[in-house]
């Protein structure tokens, strides 16, 4: 990373909600096809996330605590602040001087830029402000909401924007937060209700509607240079399993995530964009 930062743009995005069992059955089913072309062998790393809910994990990945792989570590950090004694920090860690990655980032001359979806993003009030108050440069309003059939279109939209109004030359650390899987979904869904309420198919269903978007974003973030782009979610989401509804608490469907990291190659590179290093 310490070759990428300074040279690439860096785009973070975070499907908020995304159950890995549910991301991992649409890639295989060929209904997600704009991420699967983009995943690494076709498919996603299973791993384990920081927090339980969205401002508990959004925190700690803004500290460079991306979820965790899903097997025995220690599993070194592509981003870590500097702090003595770290296990997980290795040589090719950035590693930055700021409580923050975002803050980390910006010192190194990015242009730090957020596009939120989910509440602990809309700076409607203190809490709604804290992890959006870390980016230069923030966005939110009622479009790019949970309760917006169209919230990730319109995010897409002003992501296209803000990158279209930089200068050439501005290296860009966006991140967006996606909220179409988080409740309620099911509005995704053709022949669903809001009084049958959300569902695992609706779930999925709202996946899908990413897909077909967030090809719009790989361009646009790859348009003016190589882009490397972290894609994961933050947590999952329980729909009945033993019991459980929701997130916030400790089952494994929550804790854990599906999680990708890959380049996205100018259209002048002829190295493909889905390549891993």
């Known amino acids: 990373m ?31 096809p704009e991420l699967a072309s983009r995943l690494p062998g076709g498919r996603w790393e299973e ?38 004694g770290s296990e997980t920090t290795a040589g090719g860690t950035y590693v930055f001087d700021t409580p923050d990655l975002v803050s980390g980032l910006a010192g190194a001359g990015y242009r730090t830029v957020c596009v939120g979806g989910v509440g602990f993003f809309n700076r409607q009030g203190p809490l709604g402000s804290v992890l959006p108050g870390l980016f230069q440069e923030s966005h939110w309003e009622p479009s790019f909401s949970v309760a917006s059939p169209t919230s990730f279109a319109s995010q897409v939209a002003r992501a296209e924007e803000v990158i279209a109004a930089l200068p050439r030359e501005q290296r860009l650390f966006l991140f967006v937060n996606v909220p179409a899987l988080h409740q309620p979904n099911w509005f995704h869904l053709p022949g669903a209700t809001r009084e049958a309420g959300d569902s695992r198919e609706t779930h999925a269903a709202a996946l899908e509607y990413v897909d077909r978007h967030i090809g719009r974003l790989f361009a ?14 933050d947590h ?11 997130h916030r608490l400790g089952h494994e469907v929550v804790w854990t995530v599906p999680y990708a990291h890959f380049f996205l190659e100018h259209p002048t590179s002829a190295e493909p964009s889905g390549s891993d290093r």
């Open 2 to 32: 310490n070759e990428v930062v300074g040279r690439d743009d860096l785009l973070l995005v975070t499907l908020d909600t995304l159950r890995h069992d549910v991301a991992e059955e649409l890639a295989a089913a060929g209904r997600t």
């Open 47 to 84: 791993r384990h996330a920081p927090g339980s809910f969205t401002y508990a994990s959004h925190q700690a990945m803004f500290a460079g605590f991306l979820p965790t792989p899903a097997a025995p570590g220690p599993h070194p950090r592509l981003f870590a602040a500097r702090f003595a």
């Open 236 to 246: 999952g989401t329980a729909y009945g399993e033993d019991g459980f509804t929701g």
């Open 220 to 233: 646009a973030m790859s348009s003016r240079r190589r882009c490397f782009a972290i894609v994961c979610s």
